[in-house]
């Protein structure tokens, strides 16, 4: 999957649109910053946790059938320009073919046989044949050639009716996925806003929860420049929105913000979690260093990256802007040092 993505999707075509949903599990924090008297609304909190997980892994397949019909729209538009290259080419092969046509009948309208018969010099005749028998074999090369062109350019429009057609379902896919998404989030927004005053207050809290400290991030060194110069990014977006399916530079999603941040770096990564999890070599977190990509889940729905000592920054979920949290916060499925 180049060029950022726009915010927001408005439509199932939105180019920017093409992350996974990143949620950060609120459950564990909510339920500690709540007074025990809440325990009969845990459930409805942890509802709207699910809800957001769901709504996180429907993302991840609406922003892969994005990505999907993003490649086969530049096929498409690549494929409909080879055609109209190639039609013109055979236009102009025609017209070639015509006007040698033309010439060959003007110079040669009787058969040979009768033509030296009547020939007032013969050697003028034998001549002009050797000239005809030229263009034959050139006419017969051009034919040959606008054969040839014609069968490629046949081939080319029914591949380009099978991308159209594979585009279509993409189409489909995309716009499928994004109404399941949207129905999650709608879901969750009414779950929480039928929580007493209080309680969704305190799990606000725990979603916002974006510290305004500088957690200590150790002495660990970023594996290499391009690390610390996305590290820098990644902390320049600190405080961002979350926006779902967004790469930047003024709102995010969690894998959005890994590759906005590296390519600031010069680095391309691919746009969802699950691709960001093979963009480079795998090690242990017990290694990992400072600019490494965090996966989560064994889906492999969230991505952060690491920052030291036990730390990432990451985009969480809806409402809770990018920020520092424990690297433990979601289970941990895999490092990936870019």
């Known amino acids: 999957m180049g060029s950022h993505r726009r915010l927001a999707p408005t439509s199932g075509f939105n180019r920017g649109a093409g992350a996974a949903l990143c949620v950060l599990s609120a459950a564990a924090s909510a339920l500690g910053a709540v007074p025990a008297d809440a325990a009969p609304h845990d459930h409805t909190r942890a509802e709207v946790d699910r809800l957001y997980e769901e709504a996180e892994k429907a993302t991840e397949a609406y922003n892969k059938a994005d990505e999907i019909a993003d490649t086969l729209r530049r096929q498409v538009r690549d494929a409909q320009d080879r055609i109209a290259r190639q039609q013109e080419r055979i236009n102009t ?20 046989s009768l033509a030296l018969l009547f ?44 991308k159209l057609s594979d585009l279509d379902r993409s189409r489909k896919a995309v716009a499928a996925h994004k109404k399941t998404v949207e129905r999650k989030l709608a879901k ?40 610390a110069a996305a590290i820098a990014a990644a902390r320049s977006a600190l405080g961002m929105p979350y926006i779902w399916g967004a790469s930047g530079p003024s709102g995010f999603d969690c894998s959005g913000l890994m590759q906005w941040s590296y390519a600031q770096a010069g680095i391309q990564l691919p746009r969802t979690s699950q691709e960001q999890r093979y963009a480079g070599r795998q090690i242990p977190l017990s290694q990992a260093r400072p600019g490494d990509l965090v996966v989560y889940r064994s889906d492999a729905s969230h991505v952060a990256m690491y920052m030291g000592n036990g730390q990432v920054i990451h985009a969480p979920h809806p409402g809770a802007p990018v920020r520092y949290d424990p690297v433990n916060m979601l289970p941990v499925s895999s490092v990936t040092r870019v």
Do not use: C, W
């Not at 030229?134 to 014609?150: F, V």
């Not at 974006?210 to 002495?219: A, L, M, Q, T, W």
């Open 93 to 112: 092969m025609r017209e070639s073919l015509g006007l040698l046509a033309g010439a060959q009948y003007r110079s040669g309208g009787l058969d040979p």
């Open 119 to 162: 020939s007032d010099d013969p050697a003028d005749y034998l001549d002009k044949a050797a000239v005809l028998d030229r263009i034959g074999a050139h006419q017969a090369g051009e034919l040959k050639d606008l054969q040839t062109a014609m069968r490629d350019l046949a081939q080319e429009r029914a591949e380009a009716v099978l």
């Open 188 to 227: 969750a927004r009414r779950l929480l806003n039928s929580l007493p005053l209080a309680e969704r207050a305190a799990y606000d809290r725990a979603s916002r929860g974006s510290r305004g400290d500088i957690p200590d991030f150790g002495s660990a060194l970023p594996a290499s420049a391009r690390a």
